[in-house]
Protein backbone atom coordinates (compact mmCIF):
# COMPACT_ATOMS: atom_id res chain seq x y z
CA UNK A 1 0.00 0.00 0.00
CA UNK A 2 1.58 3.82 -0.46
CA UNK A 3 1.94 6.29 1.99
CA UNK A 4 -0.94 8.55 0.42
CA UNK A 5 -4.09 6.80 1.97
CA UNK A 6 -1.75 5.85 5.08
CA UNK A 7 -2.93 8.87 7.27
CA UNK A 8 -6.05 10.48 7.50
CA UNK A 9 -6.20 14.28 7.99
CA UNK A 10 -4.97 15.71 11.05
CA UNK A 11 -7.57 16.39 13.57
CA UNK A 12 -9.19 20.15 13.33
CA UNK A 13 -12.28 21.29 15.04
CA UNK A 14 -14.42 21.87 12.01
CA UNK A 15 -16.50 25.00 10.75
CA UNK A 16 -20.22 24.58 11.50
CA UNK A 17 -22.61 24.95 8.47
CA UNK A 18 -25.98 24.88 7.71
CA UNK A 19 -26.79 22.02 5.02
CA UNK A 20 -29.72 21.07 2.91
CA UNK A 21 -29.22 16.76 2.36
CA UNK A 22 -31.93 15.49 0.50
CA UNK A 23 -34.23 18.19 0.55
CA UNK A 24 -33.66 18.69 4.62
CA UNK A 25 -31.71 21.56 6.01
CA UNK A 26 -29.20 19.66 8.59
CA UNK A 27 -26.29 21.39 10.79
CA UNK A 28 -22.69 19.92 9.13
CA UNK A 29 -19.23 20.40 9.29
CA UNK A 30 -16.88 21.35 6.97
CA UNK A 31 -13.56 19.54 6.56
CA UNK A 32 -10.76 20.81 3.33
CA UNK A 33 -10.18 17.61 1.89
CA UNK A 34 -13.04 15.47 3.26
CA UNK A 35 -13.11 11.83 2.14
CA UNK A 36 -15.87 9.46 2.97
CA UNK A 37 -13.68 7.77 4.83
CA UNK A 38 -12.32 9.90 7.02
CA UNK A 39 -16.60 11.27 7.28
CA UNK A 40 -16.88 7.53 8.67
CA UNK A 41 -14.01 8.21 11.46
CA UNK A 42 -15.47 11.06 12.13
CA UNK A 43 -18.83 9.86 13.56
CA UNK A 44 -17.08 6.98 15.03
CA UNK A 45 -14.47 8.90 17.09
CA UNK A 46 -17.51 11.19 18.13
CA UNK A 47 -19.70 7.96 19.73
CA UNK A 48 -17.00 6.01 21.17
CA UNK A 49 -14.96 9.25 22.20
CA UNK A 50 -19.14 9.96 24.33
CA UNK A 51 -19.25 6.53 25.44
CA UNK A 52 -15.59 6.69 27.03
CA UNK A 53 -16.17 9.25 29.07
CA UNK A 54 -19.46 8.42 30.44
CA UNK A 55 -17.92 5.29 31.39
CA UNK A 56 -19.72 2.64 29.24
CA UNK A 57 -18.43 -0.33 27.94
CA UNK A 58 -18.14 -0.70 24.48
CA UNK A 59 -16.83 -3.25 21.38
CA UNK A 60 -16.45 -2.68 17.86
CA UNK A 61 -18.72 -5.54 15.78
CA UNK A 62 -17.78 -6.87 12.52
CA UNK A 63 -21.01 -5.62 10.50
CA UNK A 64 -22.46 -6.10 7.14
CA UNK A 65 -21.59 -2.44 5.86
CA UNK A 66 -18.46 -1.24 4.69
CA UNK A 67 -19.33 2.43 5.49
CA UNK A 68 -20.98 2.93 8.38
CA UNK A 69 -20.02 1.68 11.71
CA UNK A 70 -20.91 -0.71 14.48
CA UNK A 71 -20.47 -0.46 18.39
CA UNK A 72 -21.95 -2.81 21.18
CA UNK A 73 -23.27 -1.76 24.41
CA UNK A 74 -24.91 -3.82 26.81
CA UNK A 75 -28.98 -3.34 26.92
CA UNK A 76 -27.92 -2.34 30.78
CA UNK A 77 -25.75 0.51 29.80
CA UNK A 78 -29.22 2.07 27.07
CA UNK A 79 -29.54 4.97 29.71
CA UNK A 80 -26.43 5.53 30.53
CA UNK A 81 -25.83 5.90 26.47
CA UNK A 82 -28.96 8.21 26.13
CA UNK A 83 -27.76 10.89 28.22
CA UNK A 84 -24.02 10.62 26.41
CA UNK A 85 -25.42 10.66 23.02
CA UNK A 86 -27.54 13.65 24.31
CA UNK A 87 -25.15 15.84 26.04
CA UNK A 88 -22.53 15.28 22.66
CA UNK A 89 -25.46 16.33 20.45
CA UNK A 90 -26.31 19.08 22.28
CA UNK A 91 -22.52 20.55 22.19
CA UNK A 92 -22.52 19.66 18.61
CA UNK A 93 -25.40 19.02 16.81
CA UNK A 94 -25.96 15.45 15.74
CA UNK A 95 -28.69 13.25 14.64
CA UNK A 96 -30.09 10.11 15.84
CA UNK A 97 -32.52 7.72 13.94
CA UNK A 98 -33.11 3.83 14.26
CA UNK A 99 -31.40 1.36 11.88
CA UNK A 100 -33.85 -1.74 13.65
CA UNK A 101 -36.27 0.30 14.83
CA UNK A 102 -39.72 -1.25 16.80
CA UNK A 103 -43.01 -1.11 15.79
CA UNK A 104 -43.95 2.45 14.33
CA UNK A 105 -40.81 3.56 15.22
CA UNK A 106 -39.51 5.75 12.65
CA UNK A 107 -36.16 5.65 11.24
CA UNK A 108 -35.70 9.15 9.87
CA UNK A 109 -32.50 11.55 11.64
CA UNK A 110 -33.65 13.56 14.27
CA UNK A 111 -31.91 16.05 16.13
CA UNK A 112 -29.90 14.10 18.85
CA UNK A 113 -30.15 16.43 21.80
CA UNK A 114 -34.37 16.55 21.52
CA UNK A 115 -36.30 14.14 24.27
CA UNK A 116 -38.54 13.62 21.48
CA UNK A 117 -36.20 11.96 20.09
CA UNK A 118 -35.12 9.44 22.45
CA UNK A 119 -38.77 8.84 23.57
CA UNK A 120 -39.51 7.20 19.85
CA UNK A 121 -36.27 5.34 20.03
CA UNK A 122 -37.16 3.51 23.83
CA UNK A 123 -38.01 0.28 22.01
CA UNK A 124 -35.23 0.43 19.31
CA UNK A 125 -32.48 -2.45 19.16
CA UNK A 126 -30.27 -0.79 16.95
CA UNK A 127 -29.80 3.18 16.55
CA UNK A 128 -27.38 5.67 14.44
CA UNK A 129 -25.64 8.78 15.57
CA UNK A 130 -24.95 10.84 12.66
CA UNK A 131 -22.87 14.23 12.26
CA UNK A 132 -23.12 15.61 8.49
CA UNK A 133 -20.02 16.32 6.97
CA UNK A 134 -18.88 18.50 3.77
CA UNK A 135 -16.05 20.24 1.78
CA UNK A 136 -15.74 23.58 1.28
CA UNK A 137 -17.68 23.87 -2.06
CA UNK A 138 -20.72 22.07 -0.29
CA UNK A 139 -20.95 20.31 -3.02
CA UNK A 140 -19.81 16.45 -1.45
CA UNK A 141 -22.15 16.08 1.63
CA UNK A 142 -21.58 12.72 3.69
CA UNK A 143 -24.69 11.35 6.09
CA UNK A 144 -26.16 9.26 7.62
CA UNK A 145 -24.57 6.08 5.16
CA UNK A 146 -21.84 6.89 6.97
CA UNK A 147 -23.21 7.18 10.71
CA UNK A 148 -21.94 4.79 13.88
CA UNK A 149 -24.66 1.72 14.61
CA UNK A 150 -25.12 1.32 18.79
CA UNK A 151 -26.51 -2.24 19.26
CA UNK A 152 -28.07 -2.96 22.55
CA UNK A 153 -26.58 -6.50 23.36
CA UNK A 154 -28.91 -8.48 25.92
CA UNK A 155 -27.87 -11.15 27.98
CA UNK A 156 -28.83 -14.76 26.13
CA UNK A 157 -31.19 -17.49 28.02
CA UNK A 158 -29.10 -20.41 28.50
CA UNK A 159 -29.93 -23.81 26.72
CA UNK A 160 -32.34 -25.69 28.51
CA UNK A 161 -31.18 -29.03 29.14
CA UNK A 162 -33.95 -30.69 28.24
CA UNK A 163 -33.10 -29.99 24.45
CA UNK A 164 -30.43 -32.35 24.81
CA UNK A 165 -29.77 -36.12 25.39
CA UNK A 166 -28.27 -38.17 27.58
CA UNK A 167 -24.37 -37.37 28.39
CA UNK A 168 -24.60 -34.28 26.30
CA UNK A 169 -27.14 -33.05 29.35
CA UNK A 170 -25.49 -34.30 31.76
CA UNK A 171 -22.37 -31.87 30.77
CA UNK A 172 -23.76 -28.92 29.75
CA UNK A 173 -22.21 -25.92 31.65
CA UNK A 174 -22.57 -22.89 29.27
CA UNK A 175 -20.62 -19.87 30.46
CA UNK A 176 -23.14 -16.16 30.43
CA UNK A 177 -23.14 -14.83 26.57
CA UNK A 178 -24.17 -12.02 25.06
CA UNK A 179 -26.78 -11.69 22.42
CA UNK A 180 -26.75 -9.41 19.32
CA UNK A 181 -29.90 -7.54 18.12
CA UNK A 182 -28.75 -8.24 14.51
CA UNK A 183 -27.08 -10.22 12.13
CA UNK A 184 -23.34 -9.40 11.60
CA UNK A 185 -20.59 -10.91 9.79
CA UNK A 186 -19.30 -13.52 12.54
CA UNK A 187 -21.85 -14.45 15.38
CA UNK A 188 -24.60 -13.91 17.30
CA UNK A 189 -23.76 -15.31 20.73
CA UNK A 190 -20.21 -14.12 22.17
CA UNK A 191 -19.38 -14.77 25.75
CA UNK A 192 -20.35 -12.31 27.96
CA UNK A 193 -17.03 -12.47 30.01
CA UNK A 194 -15.03 -12.69 26.83
CA UNK A 195 -11.87 -10.80 26.09
CA UNK A 196 -11.20 -7.27 24.88
CA UNK A 197 -8.32 -6.39 22.47
CA UNK A 198 -7.44 -3.91 19.75
CA UNK A 199 -8.13 -4.66 16.39
CA UNK A 200 -6.44 -2.73 13.02
CA UNK A 201 -9.90 -0.48 12.23
CA UNK A 202 -9.49 -1.90 8.13
CA UNK A 203 -10.40 -5.29 9.61
CA UNK A 204 -13.88 -3.12 10.38
CA UNK A 205 -14.54 -2.20 6.88
CA UNK A 206 -13.25 -3.36 3.02
CA UNK A 207 -13.51 0.26 1.92
CA UNK A 208 -10.15 1.09 3.50
CA UNK A 209 -6.46 0.12 2.42
CA UNK A 210 -5.16 -2.98 4.24
CA UNK A 211 -2.25 -1.07 6.23
CA UNK A 212 -1.99 -0.66 9.96
CA UNK A 213 -2.10 3.21 9.67
CA UNK A 214 -5.26 3.49 7.19
CA UNK A 215 -7.47 3.60 10.13
CA UNK A 216 -7.00 4.01 14.16
CA UNK A 217 -6.60 0.70 16.16
CA UNK A 218 -10.33 -0.04 17.79
CA UNK A 219 -11.40 -1.99 20.63
CA UNK A 220 -13.20 -5.02 20.07
CA UNK A 221 -13.80 -9.03 21.20
CA UNK A 222 -11.30 -11.34 20.48
CA UNK A 223 -13.84 -13.26 18.19
CA UNK A 224 -14.22 -10.03 15.82
CA UNK A 225 -10.38 -10.82 14.66
CA UNK A 226 -11.00 -13.68 13.14
CA UNK A 227 -9.79 -14.16 9.40
CA UNK A 228 -13.12 -14.30 7.50
CA UNK A 229 -13.15 -16.08 4.30
CA UNK A 230 -14.53 -12.99 2.46
CA UNK A 231 -11.49 -11.37 3.65
CA UNK A 232 -8.99 -9.59 0.76
CA UNK A 233 -5.94 -10.40 1.52
CA UNK A 234 -4.12 -9.31 -1.83
CA UNK A 235 -3.20 -6.03 -3.49
CA UNK A 236 -5.16 -4.58 -6.22
CA UNK A 237 -3.86 -2.37 -8.84
CA UNK A 238 -5.43 0.02 -11.31
CA UNK A 239 -3.71 0.55 -14.91
CA UNK A 240 -4.91 4.12 -16.53
CA UNK A 241 -3.93 4.52 -20.55
CA UNK A 242 -4.08 7.89 -21.25
CA UNK A 243 -3.49 10.10 -24.45
CA UNK A 244 -3.91 14.22 -24.83
CA UNK A 245 -5.33 14.93 -28.45
CA UNK A 246 -4.29 18.03 -28.07
CA UNK A 247 -0.55 18.10 -28.01
CA UNK A 248 1.26 19.39 -30.89
CA UNK A 249 4.21 16.62 -30.56
CA UNK A 250 1.41 13.52 -30.74
CA UNK A 251 -0.74 15.15 -33.65
CA UNK A 252 2.27 15.02 -35.31
CA UNK A 253 3.56 11.46 -34.77
CA UNK A 254 -0.26 10.43 -35.62
CA UNK A 255 0.04 12.69 -38.74
CA UNK A 256 3.54 10.76 -39.52
CA UNK A 257 2.07 6.90 -38.79
CA UNK A 258 1.74 4.63 -41.45
CA UNK A 259 -1.70 2.38 -41.51
CA UNK A 260 -5.16 2.75 -42.94
CA UNK A 261 -8.31 3.92 -41.13
CA UNK A 262 -11.30 1.40 -42.18
CA UNK A 263 -13.99 3.00 -40.14
CA UNK A 264 -14.84 6.95 -39.90
CA UNK A 265 -14.92 6.77 -36.38
CA UNK A 266 -11.64 5.34 -35.73
CA UNK A 267 -9.85 8.67 -37.30
CA UNK A 268 -12.19 11.20 -35.19
CA UNK A 269 -9.89 13.32 -33.05
CA UNK A 270 -12.65 13.24 -30.48
CA UNK A 271 -11.34 9.82 -29.82
CA UNK A 272 -8.26 11.47 -28.79
CA UNK A 273 -9.19 14.77 -27.31
CA UNK A 274 -8.30 15.28 -23.12
CA UNK A 275 -10.77 17.34 -21.28
CA UNK A 276 -9.05 16.43 -17.97
CA UNK A 277 -11.16 13.51 -17.09
CA UNK A 278 -8.23 11.51 -15.85
CA UNK A 279 -7.91 14.67 -13.16
CA UNK A 280 -11.04 13.89 -12.22
CA UNK A 281 -11.30 9.80 -12.22
CA UNK A 282 -8.21 9.95 -9.98
CA UNK A 283 -10.36 11.98 -7.54
CA UNK A 284 -13.02 9.03 -7.71
CA UNK A 285 -10.33 6.80 -6.72
CA UNK A 286 -9.03 9.00 -4.09
CA UNK A 287 -12.43 9.40 -2.76
CA UNK A 288 -14.67 5.90 -3.23
CA UNK A 289 -11.89 3.56 -3.58
CA UNK A 290 -8.68 3.99 -1.77
CA UNK A 291 -7.92 0.90 -1.43
CA UNK A 292 -5.92 0.97 -4.30
CA UNK A 293 -2.71 0.11 -3.92
CA UNK A 294 -0.50 1.26 -7.01
CA UNK A 295 -1.87 3.05 -10.14
CA UNK A 296 -0.35 2.98 -13.61
CA UNK A 297 -0.99 5.57 -16.81
CA UNK A 298 0.31 4.08 -19.51
CA UNK A 299 0.66 6.71 -22.38
CA UNK A 300 2.85 7.63 -25.26
CA UNK A 301 5.07 9.68 -23.14
CA UNK A 302 2.64 12.37 -22.60
CA UNK A 303 2.32 13.77 -18.85
CA UNK A 304 -0.89 15.68 -17.68
CA UNK A 305 0.96 19.31 -16.78
CA UNK A 306 -1.35 19.33 -13.45
CA UNK A 307 -0.01 15.50 -12.64
CA UNK A 308 2.58 15.27 -9.14
CA UNK A 309 4.27 12.12 -10.66
CA UNK A 310 6.70 12.05 -7.86
CA UNK A 311 3.74 11.00 -5.50
CA UNK A 312 4.54 7.17 -3.87
CA UNK A 313 2.03 4.86 -5.44
CA UNK A 314 1.53 6.33 -8.91
CA UNK A 315 3.97 5.56 -12.00
CA UNK A 316 3.66 7.00 -15.55
CA UNK A 317 4.78 4.25 -17.96
CA UNK A 318 5.67 4.80 -21.54
CA UNK A 319 4.40 2.35 -24.65
CA UNK A 320 7.82 1.56 -25.19
CA UNK A 321 8.10 -0.04 -21.19
CA UNK A 322 5.31 -2.50 -22.17
CA UNK A 323 5.53 -3.69 -25.90
CA UNK A 324 6.93 -6.64 -26.52
CA UNK A 325 8.24 -4.91 -30.42
CA UNK A 326 9.00 -1.58 -29.86
CA UNK A 327 9.29 -1.35 -33.45
CA UNK A 328 5.34 -1.38 -33.76
CA UNK A 329 5.50 2.15 -32.09
CA UNK A 330 4.08 4.66 -32.30
CA UNK A 331 0.71 3.26 -32.08
CA UNK A 332 -3.14 5.28 -32.19
CA UNK A 333 -4.71 1.66 -30.85
CA UNK A 334 -6.01 1.07 -27.91
CA UNK A 335 -6.77 -2.11 -28.70
CA UNK A 336 -3.09 -2.59 -29.37
CA UNK A 337 -1.72 -0.64 -25.85
CA UNK A 338 -4.58 -2.78 -24.29
CA UNK A 339 -2.80 -6.24 -25.08
CA UNK A 340 0.49 -4.87 -23.79
CA UNK A 341 -0.64 -3.70 -20.44
CA UNK A 342 -0.06 -7.07 -18.34
CA UNK A 343 3.75 -6.59 -19.29
CA UNK A 344 3.74 -3.20 -16.90
CA UNK A 345 6.63 -3.67 -14.41
CA UNK A 346 5.72 -4.81 -10.72
CA UNK A 347 1.92 -4.81 -11.66
CA UNK A 348 -0.27 -6.56 -8.93
CA UNK A 349 -1.80 -10.09 -10.04
CA UNK A 350 -5.39 -8.54 -9.58
CA UNK A 351 -5.86 -4.74 -11.39
CA UNK A 352 -8.71 -2.81 -12.49
CA UNK A 353 -7.98 -1.02 -15.96
CA UNK A 354 -9.61 2.31 -16.62
CA UNK A 355 -10.14 4.85 -19.27
CA UNK A 356 -10.03 8.07 -17.98
CA UNK A 357 -13.95 8.80 -18.68
CA UNK A 358 -14.81 6.19 -16.44
CA UNK A 359 -15.10 7.57 -12.66
CA UNK A 360 -15.95 5.76 -9.47
CA UNK A 361 -19.33 7.39 -8.40
CA UNK A 362 -19.38 6.21 -4.30
CA UNK A 363 -16.92 4.24 -1.44
CA UNK A 364 -17.03 0.50 -2.90
CA UNK A 365 -14.64 -2.27 -2.11
CA UNK A 366 -12.72 -4.45 -3.84
CA UNK A 367 -15.67 -6.95 -3.76
CA UNK A 368 -16.93 -5.01 -6.58
CA UNK A 369 -14.72 -6.22 -8.80
CA UNK A 370 -13.33 -9.63 -7.58
CA UNK A 371 -13.94 -12.14 -4.93
CA UNK A 372 -12.13 -13.07 -1.83
CA UNK A 373 -10.63 -16.00 -3.48
CA UNK A 374 -9.39 -14.12 -6.12
CA UNK A 375 -11.39 -14.47 -9.29
CA UNK A 376 -12.52 -11.50 -11.09
CA UNK A 377 -15.69 -10.25 -11.39
CA UNK A 378 -17.53 -9.20 -15.53
CA UNK A 379 -20.21 -6.61 -16.28
CA UNK A 380 -21.88 -8.27 -19.25
CA UNK A 381 -24.15 -5.62 -21.47
CA UNK A 382 -27.43 -5.76 -22.66
CA UNK A 383 -25.94 -5.30 -26.29
CA UNK A 384 -25.28 -7.89 -28.64
CA UNK A 385 -22.84 -8.62 -31.14
CA UNK A 386 -24.17 -9.30 -34.96
CA UNK A 387 -24.33 -12.58 -35.89
CA UNK A 388 -22.26 -13.59 -39.08
CA UNK A 389 -18.93 -12.29 -40.67
CA UNK A 390 -16.94 -8.73 -40.28
CA UNK A 391 -18.83 -6.64 -42.75
CA UNK A 392 -18.10 -2.81 -43.63
CA UNK A 393 -21.17 -1.84 -41.46
CA UNK A 394 -19.60 -3.21 -38.15
CA UNK A 395 -18.34 -0.90 -35.48
CA UNK A 396 -14.36 -1.37 -34.21
CA UNK A 397 -16.12 -3.21 -31.20
CA UNK A 398 -17.99 -5.57 -33.03
CA UNK A 399 -15.31 -6.39 -35.20
CA UNK A 400 -12.93 -7.06 -32.68
CA UNK A 401 -15.45 -8.79 -30.33
CA UNK A 402 -16.55 -11.38 -33.78
CA UNK A 403 -12.76 -11.78 -33.85
CA UNK A 404 -12.71 -13.38 -30.26
CA UNK A 405 -16.28 -15.15 -30.88
CA UNK A 406 -13.88 -17.00 -34.05
CA UNK A 407 -11.25 -17.95 -31.56
CA UNK A 408 -13.62 -19.09 -28.88
CA UNK A 409 -15.41 -20.66 -30.76
CA UNK A 410 -12.15 -22.94 -32.55
CA UNK A 411 -10.92 -23.40 -28.22
CA UNK A 412 -14.04 -23.61 -26.61
CA UNK A 413 -16.47 -24.52 -28.75
CA UNK A 414 -18.86 -21.62 -27.28
CA UNK A 415 -20.17 -18.65 -29.06
CA UNK A 416 -19.88 -15.48 -26.84
CA UNK A 417 -22.59 -12.76 -27.91
CA UNK A 418 -22.37 -10.12 -25.76
CA UNK A 419 -20.44 -6.76 -25.17
CA UNK A 420 -18.79 -5.46 -21.48
CA UNK A 421 -20.32 -2.82 -20.00
CA UNK A 422 -17.90 0.35 -20.54
CA UNK A 423 -17.01 0.16 -17.59
CA UNK A 424 -13.68 -0.44 -15.11
CA UNK A 425 -12.57 -3.86 -16.05
CA UNK A 426 -11.11 -6.25 -13.37
CA UNK A 427 -8.33 -8.52 -14.57
CA UNK A 428 -5.88 -11.14 -13.55
CA UNK A 429 -2.32 -10.60 -15.20
CA UNK A 430 -1.96 -14.29 -15.13
CA UNK A 431 -5.21 -14.82 -16.91
CA UNK A 432 -3.73 -12.35 -19.81
CA UNK A 433 -0.34 -14.16 -19.95
CA UNK A 434 -1.54 -17.56 -20.45
CA UNK A 435 -4.18 -15.77 -23.14
CA UNK A 436 -1.05 -14.69 -24.90
CA UNK A 437 0.58 -17.72 -24.47
CA UNK A 438 -2.14 -19.61 -26.00
CA UNK A 439 -3.37 -16.93 -28.85
CA UNK A 440 -0.22 -15.60 -29.72
CA UNK A 441 -1.16 -14.40 -33.32
CA UNK A 442 -4.30 -12.46 -31.89
CA UNK A 443 -1.84 -10.90 -29.76
CA UNK A 444 1.09 -9.88 -32.43
CA UNK A 445 -1.82 -8.86 -34.49
CA UNK A 446 -3.13 -6.78 -32.35
CA UNK A 447 -0.48 -5.11 -31.05
CA UNK A 448 0.49 -4.06 -35.08
CA UNK A 449 -2.27 -2.25 -35.93
CA UNK A 450 -1.37 1.53 -35.59
CA UNK A 451 -4.98 2.52 -36.03
CA UNK A 452 -8.10 0.33 -35.46
CA UNK A 453 -8.42 -2.44 -38.17
CA UNK A 454 -10.11 -5.05 -39.21
CA UNK A 455 -8.23 -8.03 -37.38
CA UNK A 456 -7.94 -6.74 -34.16
CA UNK A 457 -9.51 -7.86 -30.89
CA UNK A 458 -10.58 -5.81 -27.60
CA UNK A 459 -8.58 -8.45 -25.92
CA UNK A 460 -9.10 -6.16 -22.41
CA UNK A 461 -12.76 -5.00 -22.86
CA UNK A 462 -13.90 -8.42 -23.64
CA UNK A 463 -11.62 -11.34 -24.61
CA UNK A 464 -10.12 -11.40 -20.96
CA UNK A 465 -13.11 -11.86 -19.35
CA UNK A 466 -14.42 -14.82 -21.50
CA UNK A 467 -11.27 -16.67 -21.21
CA UNK A 468 -11.55 -15.78 -17.28
CA UNK A 469 -14.53 -17.73 -17.35
CA UNK A 470 -14.37 -20.31 -19.70
CA UNK A 471 -10.94 -21.10 -17.46
CA UNK A 472 -12.97 -21.02 -13.91
CA UNK A 473 -11.35 -17.60 -13.35
CA UNK A 474 -13.71 -14.86 -13.95
CA UNK A 475 -17.66 -14.91 -13.20
CA UNK A 476 -21.07 -13.12 -14.62
CA UNK A 477 -22.19 -10.43 -12.42
CA UNK A 478 -23.49 -6.52 -11.78
CA UNK A 479 -22.80 -3.39 -10.91
CA UNK A 480 -25.11 -0.15 -10.40
CA UNK A 481 -24.17 1.64 -13.47
CA UNK A 482 -24.81 4.48 -15.92
CA UNK A 483 -23.29 5.34 -19.55
CA UNK A 484 -23.51 8.66 -20.15
CA UNK A 485 -22.44 9.64 -24.02
CA UNK A 486 -21.68 13.38 -24.49
CA UNK A 487 -23.71 13.66 -27.52
CA UNK A 488 -27.20 12.81 -26.32
CA UNK A 489 -29.60 15.03 -26.60
CA UNK A 490 -31.05 14.72 -22.96
CA UNK A 491 -27.22 15.38 -21.81
CA UNK A 492 -28.16 18.47 -19.01
CA UNK A 493 -30.48 16.09 -17.57
CA UNK A 494 -28.80 13.02 -17.40
CA UNK A 495 -25.60 14.92 -15.50
CA UNK A 496 -27.91 16.38 -13.17
CA UNK A 497 -29.47 13.15 -12.35
CA UNK A 498 -26.32 11.34 -11.64
CA UNK A 499 -25.26 14.11 -9.53
CA UNK A 500 -28.13 15.10 -7.63
CA UNK A 501 -28.34 10.43 -6.80
CA UNK A 502 -24.76 9.47 -6.10
CA UNK A 503 -25.66 6.29 -6.74
CA UNK A 504 -23.99 4.45 -8.86
CA UNK A 505 -21.02 2.19 -7.58
CA UNK A 506 -19.12 3.62 -11.73
CA UNK A 507 -20.20 5.71 -14.43
CA UNK A 508 -18.59 6.14 -17.72
CA UNK A 509 -19.06 9.71 -19.65
CA UNK A 510 -17.90 8.74 -22.99
CA UNK A 511 -17.14 10.83 -26.37
CA UNK A 512 -18.77 8.64 -28.82
CA UNK A 513 -18.66 9.93 -32.36
CA UNK A 514 -19.68 13.45 -32.48
CA UNK A 515 -19.49 16.63 -34.73
CA UNK A 516 -17.16 18.78 -33.59
CA UNK A 517 -19.38 21.58 -33.22
CA UNK A 518 -20.63 20.12 -30.46
CA UNK A 519 -17.31 19.86 -28.62
CA UNK A 520 -17.92 23.36 -26.57
CA UNK A 521 -20.95 22.91 -25.23
CA UNK A 522 -20.37 19.81 -23.96
CA UNK A 523 -16.82 20.64 -22.27
CA UNK A 524 -18.57 23.45 -20.51
CA UNK A 525 -21.59 20.80 -19.27
CA UNK A 526 -18.95 18.31 -18.27
CA UNK A 527 -16.29 20.51 -16.66
CA UNK A 528 -18.95 21.76 -14.11
CA UNK A 529 -20.58 17.96 -13.45
CA UNK A 530 -17.46 16.94 -12.97
CA UNK A 531 -15.88 19.06 -10.79
CA UNK A 532 -19.31 19.22 -8.43
CA UNK A 533 -18.97 15.88 -8.07
CA UNK A 534 -15.24 15.59 -7.48
CA UNK A 535 -14.61 18.89 -5.58
CA UNK A 536 -11.58 17.62 -3.45
CA UNK A 537 -8.61 17.07 -5.19
CA UNK A 538 -6.23 14.30 -5.05
CA UNK A 539 -2.97 13.61 -3.72
CA UNK A 540 -1.98 12.98 -7.86
CA UNK A 541 -2.69 16.89 -8.52
CA UNK A 542 0.44 19.61 -8.01
CA UNK A 543 -0.52 21.52 -5.27
CA UNK A 544 -0.89 24.72 -7.89
CA UNK A 545 -2.51 22.70 -10.18
CA UNK A 546 -6.26 23.96 -9.02
CA UNK A 547 -8.97 22.61 -11.19
CA UNK A 548 -9.92 22.39 -14.27
Not at 329 to 334: D, G, Q
Not at 404 to 424: D, Y
Request: proline share 7%; glycine share 6%; hydrophobic share 40%.
Amino acid sequence: MTDVHDALPATVEPECCELTHRLHPVTGYIHPGLTPLQARSENFAAVTGALDDARVDWFTVRGFDDLATVVGVHEDDRQRVVEALTELCGRRPGYIQAVQPAAKTPGAPARGDDPKTWAKLAEAEVIRAVWYHTEPTRSLVCGPGYGCDIEFWSTAEPPEADDFEGAQAIALDVPEQLSAPRANRVARLIPAQGRTVEAPGHLFTRAAPRTSTALPRVRTREEFTIPLFEDFDFPVDVVYTWVDGNDPAWQRRRAEASGEVYHAESASLSRYMSRDELRYSLRSLHLNAPWVRNIYIVSDDQVPEWLDTGVPGLRVVSHKEIFSDPGLLPTFNSHAIESQLHHIDGLAEHFVYFNDDMFIGRPVGPQLFFMSNGNARYFPARGRVPQGEISALDTPVDVATKNNRRLFLERFGRSVTQVMEHAPYAMRRSVLEDMEREFPDAFRGTAAARFRSLSDHNIASNMVHYYGYFTGRAVSTSMRFSYVALAAKDLPGRLARLLQRRDRDTFCINDTFAGDDDISEQNELLMDFLEAYFPVPSPYEKASAGGA
